[in-house]
């Protein structure tokens, strides 16, 4: 993002210390994660000790310091999950994207995550591809549901 963009940001904040979780929520937005460079300009501009904005986005699982994937892709790992197979699916993800956990592609397209529990375990296991659950995953449906955002990321 263009430090103009982040002065726009702040601008809509007024520059205000009390809003920086507002601040950094809408950087995020804009680029899926949270790069130093911006947090530098950031902690600069309001001021606020960069240790302090780290502190922050470190603590909120909302943030990430490292670059994410257009779609995140998580598999919920929790026991009920696990227990259906879980573990087999993310095998398939990790094989299919060429990723490990915590990691993107080449691409920028995909990052790959995992959680524990998402509250729905009658529908395990389950994997959210970006805001959108998909229960009952089995290994071989892996390959149709990354053809699928693929196909939706050309549109
Ligand atoms: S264990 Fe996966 S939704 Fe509960």
Do not use: W
């Amino acid at each position: 993002m263009s430090l103009k963009g982040i002065d726009q940001i702040l601008k809509k904040f007024e520059y205000r210390e009390s809003a920086i979780i507002a601040i950094l929520q809408e950087v995020q937005e804009k680029q899926n994660y949270l790069p130093e460079k911006d947090l530098e300009y950031i902690s600069e501009k309001l001021p606020i000790p960069l240790t302090r904005i780290y502190r922050i986005a470190s603590f909120y699982n909302a943030f990430s310091l490292k670059p994410r994937g257009k779609h995140i892709i998580s598999v919920c790992l929790g026991t009920a999950c696990h227990v259906r197979g879980a573990p087999m699916v993310l095998d398939r993800l990790k094989l299919e994207l060429g990723i490990d956990i915590g990691e993107m592609t080449e691409d920028g397209l995909f990052s790959l995550e995992t959680v524990n529990c998402l509250g729905a375990c009658a529908m395990g296991p389950i994997v959210v591809f970006g805001k959108e659950y998909h229960g009952q995953m089995t290994p071989a449906r892996v390959e149709s549901a990354i053809k699928k955002y693929k196909k939706t990321s050309k549109e």
